[in-house]
């Protein structure tokens, strides 16, 4: 038995049928060259080929196999034990797109799946093989898609892109070793059992809560000595956008891809500019066009909250979350696309300089000294009575960049040719946009309710168009002969929905 964090366990508490908390992933593979075929019996015998894969590889993630057990009253944090009645077949299923199997339809299923929670009975993980992609242009015969999603207490971005290197291998099909001690379920432990384990944390949580206190303190002395320093100097009010409100359990999800040469091309145009800038800054641009289109642009610039990766480096191959969070203006009340990147590089430096000087280990401390029966009545009182909607917003949507590997990947001996990241929404915060790059190219995902974004193929036409505007800005500064209007190159503006 191991449990739960603080901070794993939240996203356990916050767990409802119109917001579950869980990660996905959205990859599409190249088929291997003997059941590329797109018939029936070699989808079948395919999927039975990436079952029994899977299989090989459940020794090397211990999540794949355990299961949450709830402490009665919530005295104390969940454990995870491992599953006994532990059946791969609940985890790994199949299903055929229906004509014209394009990326509308691959879309609109990727939706509907991401929208079902997880069954936390059991491991809380599934994958589900999506044959019948061929409507879908460029995409390799016999090509087939597998979404997956694995619930948050699980993981986060980082240690979600450690499991995708338990599954894929830099060379086709790559053996690993076989488990050296034989994998054995745990009974289920009993209330009392449970009750008892939870008494020492009881005993002495006055006592960490006191040390975290005492902490947060000294902390709070070293960073600010007087008040006026104790604010980011890039914080500013929060507007309330459509993205603020009520969400629903229908998902909508859209994506885009773009190349990652241009994006390093676009950094040459401001120094010491990321590649995170650059992306925080055409999410900027877009959410500018798409707002700007609904006429409802507020004067305000939207401000997204960027989580943050604590981990150490002894933690890399740990599971579970270890995350800090910033949050950086996204310049959508600026026009010229070159000043909005270098408003969003102070912004975010500034962001980056807070959390430095803050540090984040007494904020995952805080959440472990909160008592278990508080922080869990507190968290599903606040979901439940859907709060989130009714308070002014802390940031308006949430964008997570998570660096992939450069090289291909494969799943046994399917390559694999692209990968995007979908994450959970909530009250308040309706707009998830996730960012993953792989083999030279930046995957970008949109996820949201439909009464938010009932046309998210605008939104990723926004995402394109800021991304070509940026890009067009900085190759015509690179040419001294070659002036353009900045707003305007490859721009749309409110009323013209070309």
């Known amino acids: 038995m191991k449990q739960l964090s603080g901070e794993d366990a939240a996203f356990v508490y916050a767990e409802t049928s119109i917001a579950p908390m869980h990660i996905g992933a959205l990859c599409i593979y190249a088929a291997p060259a003997l059941l590329a075929e797109s018939t029936p019996l070699a989808e079948s015998t395919r999927f039975r080929a990436i079952r029994r894969f899977i299989s090989t590889r459940l020794h090397l993630a211990r999540n794949f196999r355990q299961r949450l057990v709830s402490v009665p009253f919530n005295l104390d944090h969940p454990w995870w034990i491992e599953d006994a009645k532990f059946d791969l077949r609940h985890h790994v299923r199949h299903l055929r797109l229906a004509s014209p199997g394009d990326w509308g339809q691959l879309c609109l299923q990727t939706a ?9 009975n059991r491991p809380p993980w599934e994958m589900i093989v999506i044959d019948g992609l061929e409507g879908i242009d460029g995409l390799p015969k016999g090509a087939f898609a597998i979404f997956s999603k694995i619930h948050h207490a699980c993981i986060d971005g980082i240690s979600g892109a450690e499991i995708t290197t338990v599954l894929h291998a830099t060379l086709p099909y790559v053996t690993m070793p076989l488990p050296t001690i034989p994998w054995h379920g745990e009974p289920v432990p009993s209330a009392l059992e449970l009750a008892q384990r939870a008494l020492p944390s009881l005993l002495f949580q006055p006592l960490r809560y006191a040390a975290v206190f005492a902490g947060a303190m000294a902390t709070m002395l070293r960073v600010c000595p007087d008040a006026s320093d104790c604010q980011p100097s890039s914080a500013q009010p929060i507007p309330v956008t459509r993205f603020n409100r009520t969400i629903t359990a229908d998902r909508v999800f859209g994506r885009c891809s773009l190349p990652l040469s241009d994006l390093q091309q676009i950094l040459t145009r401001v120094e010491d500019a990321t590649i995170n800038d650059a992306l925080l800054s055409v999410c900027g641009g877009a959410l500018r066009r798409y707002l700007l289109l609904k006429n409802e642009l507020p004067e305000l610039s939207l401000t997204a909250m960027v989580p943050v990766s604590v981990r150490l480096r002894n933690e890399d191959k740990a599971l579970g979350n270890r995350v800090a969070a910033m949050t950086v203006a996204l310049g959508t009340d600026i026009a010229d696309p070159l000043d909005r990147l270098k408003a969003v590089h102070k912004f975010a430096g500034q962001s ?147």
């Open 112 to 120: 509907k799946l991401h929208a079902q929670p997880l069954d936390l």
């Open 352 to 498: 980056k300089l807070a959390v430095k000087r803050w540090g984040a280990d007494w904020l995952l401390a805080l959440a472990e000294s909160v008592p278990a029966t508080l922080a869990a009545s507190a968290v599903r009182l606040y979901t439940r009575a859907r709060f989130g909607a009714r308070v002014p917003p802390l940031f308006n949507c949430v964008v997570t960049n998570v660096p992939g590997p450069q090289v291909p990947l494969y799943l046994g001996e399917a390559q694999l040719v692209a990968e995007y990241g979908l994450g959970p929404i909530v009250d308040g915060v309706g707009l998830f946009v996730a960012i993953f790059s792989y083999c030279g190219r930046v995957n970008i995902s949109v996820i949201s309710c439909r009464a938010m974004l009932p046309d998210p193929d605008l939104l990723v036409q926004c995402l394109q168009q800021s991304f070509d505007e940026l890009l067009a800005v900085s190759l015509a500064l690179s040419s001294p002969d070659s002036p353009v209007d900045s707003f305007q190159a490859g721009g749309f503006e409110a009323g013209d929905e070309r």
